[in-house]
């Protein structure tokens, strides 16, 4: 059996760029990422650049932009004052932990947005900190980060109530990891979290730059695909008459038919490669509305 061992590291980037160069080449399976750092790193500038997401993430009640929040599992600051107790009564104890997985939420899911984040667990033996956790899954390129981040300001919050330790050493596990260009990090696009009504204003208006920023918002790769807004705005087009080109009308409605199918596809476990295929051809209809917007009443 080998031992474990932690790398230490004085910059959280290390573990970033550790987790991308694995994942390069395609989806890892069991990721193992093991770090150990001093406690004057949760302060640092790697830390305070993700740590408003991070806030986000752990929040009882998910913000606006987010399908779901980690705290909302895990029952936010009641989960954390929990570990504390724990911790402060046993620091060894083996039931100080965050737990995010529940078989309700996996049963029927189908492709609905759940957390991959399942389980923190601390300890203090002497003077380490151990936070170790476990992902079903993790995108290392725009996520990671924020869940290292939330890794430390949990850490953090060890520290402040109990003691000053010498070293933290986080252990993460992933399932599966990979590295997925322009991911949305299951954050809602901003189309799709306006009402018909506020749509329908900026299409009879013709506001292209407006249009043109909700449609490149809407190629980044979702993990929950929401099609409402993109619903909305070629209905509202729809009553607008010739306000919009042919050319315009059929790219959106295409975009439209291929976020439907890959949404289809996705619920299904349909093949990874397959999926992104379509993927490609979708971001390319949508590339063509939004040329077809900048070409304005010229277009065809």
Known sequence: M?????????????IITDARDACSPGPVHNLVLAYEFSPDLVNSQFIKVH???????????????????HGQYFHGEDGIQYVIRELKAKSSSRRALL????????????????PSFMIAQFAIESDVLYVTEYFRAIEVGSFLPINVTEAVLLAKRVIEAIRQPR????????????????????????????KGGEI???????????????????????????????????????????????AFRSALEQSLHALFEIKKMRSSSSLESAIESRRRQYVELVDSAIAELRRGPGGS
């Open 2 to 14: 080998v031992k474990l061992q932690y790398q230490p590291i004085t910059v959280f980037d290390t």
């Open 51 to 69: 740590e408003t997401k991070a806030e986000e993430w752990q929040t009882d009640h998910p913000p606006t932009n987010l399908f779901f929040s």
């Open 99 to 114: 737990s995010l997985a529940n078989m309700d939420t996996f049963i029927n899911s189908g492709d609905r947005a759940i």
């Open 167 to 194: 070293v933290i050493r986080l252990l993460m596990l992933a399932f599966q990891a990979h590295l997925t260009p322009s991911f949305h990090c299951l954050e809602k696009a901003a189309v799709d979290m306006l």
């Open 200 to 246: 329908g204003v900026v299409v009879a208006q013709k506001n292209a730059a407006q249009l043109i920023e909700w449609l490149q918002g809407k190629k980044w790769f979702e993990s929950e695909i929401d099609t409402h807004g993109l619903e909305e705005v070629l209905a509202a087009i729809k009553h607008c008459g010739d306000l919009y080109s042919t």
